[in-house]
């Protein structure tokens, strides 16, 4: 079993940075992939950022450049740093690990 806590989530103006973290208990281990996902309204969930256990990280195409996927690994950590932010990137952001997924968090870009 894994629990996944996010925080950091809220409301924003467009242009604007918000920091996600989320903080994993449970059977987890290093080499463990972790992601952030999101689910807009009416939309289905999709990846906006992984990272694996080596530091690669990849990103959906709609937040390269602007979004920034790290962990720390002494604190099972994996936060995601968000800059620019766009009314469409409003959603409620999920982190996933090992099958599990967080309660998540609301985001909210205002134009």
């Known amino acids: 079993q894994v629990q996944l806590v996010e925080s950091g989530g809220g409301f924003v103006q467009a242009g604007g940075s918000l920091r996600l973290s989320c903080a994993a208990s449970?059977?987890?281990?290093?080499?463990?992939?972790m992601g952030w996902f999101r689910q807009a309204p009416g939309k289905q969930r999709e990846l906006v950022a992984g990272?694996?256990?080596?530091?690669?990280?990849n990103y959906a195409d709609s937040v390269k450049g602007r979004f920034t996927i790290s962990r720390d690994n002494a604190k099972n950590t994996v936060d995601l740093q968000m800059n620019s932010l766009k009314p469409e990137d409003t959603a409620v952001y999920y982190c996933?690990?090992?099958?599990?997924w967080g309660q998540g968090t609301q985001v909210t870009v205002s134009s």
């Open positions: 996933h690990r090992r099958g599990f």
């Open positions: 449970g059977n987890i281990f290093n080499t463990d992939v």
């Open positions: 990272i694996i256990s080596g530091g690669s990280t």
